[in-house]
């Protein structure tokens, strides 16, 4: 089943790796007061590191916004063609993630967000909140809590030894939680001057 996403307000950017015909990827509707509007009825994946002997599925290479991420679902880690993303093409997609940072530990990118909780408990819930996410994706963070209170997310693909899209859209979901009431009154109130 295909999203659409209206084309006047659509927050994707197509870089051209080959010619496709235009019809095939935009769908006309009529809106209520009869003037018609075109949308996107498909969106395509991005290919990062296919094999040689591989084609690419679509005639387009895709960014994703954070909102698209939030809309997609991982796909299994165990796949042939999943390769660890290029440090160019993470660059590009961590804009789309609010307060998560792109780190470089032992030549694997990571994704990493901080936070501080107002308790140990408060923390273990945390915990379980993206937990719940997690399995939800079949994707799993590595998730630590130091100094009672202190919690550091990593997510990047173990199998890859990288990042894939799966990271991103994972994160983009850990993003949406309503976590607010779990972290501390000051990082709460510095987080919300941000948005």
Do not use: Y
């Not at 051209?16 to 007061?33: D, E, M």
């Not at 945390?126 to 209170?149: K, M, R, S, T, Y």
């Not at 949406?176 to 919300?192: A, M, N, W």
């Amino acid at each position: 089943m295909s999203t659409l996403f209206p084309c006047s307000q659509s927050p994707l950017r197509l870089i051209f790796k080959a010619k496709v015909p235009f019809p095939s990827l935009f769908h006309t509707i009529s809106r209520s007061h009869g003037r018609p509007m075109s949308r996107i009825t498909g969106i395509c994946w991005e290919h990062v590191g296919l094999p040689s002997t591989r084609k690419p599925l679509s005639g387009f290479r895709m960014l994703c916004t954070g909102e698209d991420l939030t809309t997609k679902k991982c796909v299994p880690c165990n796949s042939n063609d999943l390769r660890p993303m290029t440090e160019d093409a993470a660059k590009r997609l961590i804009r789309e993630l609010v307060d998560w940072n792109l780190v470089n530990e032992d030549s694997k990118l990571k994704l990493r967000r901080s936070l501080k909780v107002k308790s140990f408990l408060k923390g273990m819930d945390l915990f379980q909140l993206i937990a719940e996410v997690a399995e939800a994706e079949g994707h799993h963070p590595d998730l630590h809590l130091v100094g009672w209170n202190n919690v550091t997310i990593e997510i990047w693909t173990h199998a890859v030894g990288g990042l894939t899209e799966n990271d991103f859209i994972l994160a983009s979901k850990i993003s949406k939680l309503d976590v607010h009431h779990l972290l501390s009154r000051k990082v709460s109130i510095s987080s919300q001057h941000d948005c």
